[in-house]
């Protein structure tokens, strides 16, 4: 099947968006799918490791040769993206910059939230709870938004209340 945008080369990329409710489907070539202007995200087809890069802003080659290695393990911003694996714990360290945006985005934040144990769960979520009031509590005093602490000030109390007997 030939490209629906230029006519002339072999379409190997499908593209489908929805125009006034409906579904229309474009059957595109390489060169017009990263340069039509009604495409504006296509990934192509079977490269992955291009994908994580872009996830990374890490295009060129050249920039390969001049980026810094991990001193424990030696792999580089390159090799991780391409493996979608950090080399050790001190790749979090050496990459940490680059890093923490991309985890952000991968993980919706940068607090591990795991499974609580059913039998202490109410107590783990309520302790949990009560660090989060506190928090926006100190965000409050920050904005001077005096009255709205006061009514968080009155959560933490209720809740370290049934936390304590």
């Given at each position: 099947m030939l490209c629906q945008h230029c006519q002339q080369r072999e379409a190997n990329v499908q593209f489908t968006k929805i125009v006034n409710g409906e579904m229309v489907k474009l059957y595109l070539c390489d060169h017009c799918a990263k340069n039509a202007p009604e495409v504006s995200?296509?990934?192509?087809?079977?490269?992955?490791?291009?994908?994580?890069?872009?996830?990374?802003n890490f295009t060129t080659n050249a920039q390969a040769l001049k980026e810094e290695a991990c001193p424990q393990c030696g792999r580089r911003l390159s090799e991780i993206t391409q493996a979608g694996k950090l080399g050790c714990s001190g790749c979090y360290d050496k990459f940490q910059s680059e890093l923490e945006p991309i985890l952000r985005k991968i993980h919706g934040g940068g607090c591990h939230v795991g499974k609580i144990p059913a039998r202490k769960g109410a107590d783990l979520r309520e302790k949990a709870e009560i660090e989060k009031l506190k928090e926006k509590l100190q965000q409050l005093i920050r904005k001077e938004e005096f009255e709205a602490a006061a009514v968080v000030r009155d959560q933490i109390r209720e809740l370290e209340q049934k936390l304590g007997g």
């Amino acid at each position: 099947m030939l490209c629906q945008h230029c006519q002339q080369r072999e379409a190997n990329v499908q593209f489908t968006k929805i125009v006034n409710g409906e579904m229309v489907k474009l059957y595109l070539c390489d060169h017009c799918a990263k340069n039509a202007p009604e495409v504006s995200f296509v990934f192509s087809p079977g490269i992955i490791p291009d994908f994580l890069q872009s996830l990374f802003n890490f295009t060129t080659n050249a920039q390969a040769l001049k980026e810094e290695a991990c001193p424990q393990c030696g792999r580089r911003l390159s090799e991780i993206t391409q493996a979608g694996k950090l080399g050790c714990s001190g790749c979090y360290d050496k990459f940490q910059s680059e890093l923490e945006p991309i985890l952000r985005k991968i993980h919706g934040g940068g607090c591990h939230v795991g499974k609580i144990p059913a039998r202490k769960g109410a107590d783990l979520r309520e302790k949990a709870e009560i660090e989060k009031l506190k928090e926006k509590l100190q965000q409050l005093i920050r904005k001077e938004e005096f009255e709205a602490a006061a009514v968080v000030r009155d959560q933490i109390r209720e809740l370290e209340q049934k936390l304590g007997g």
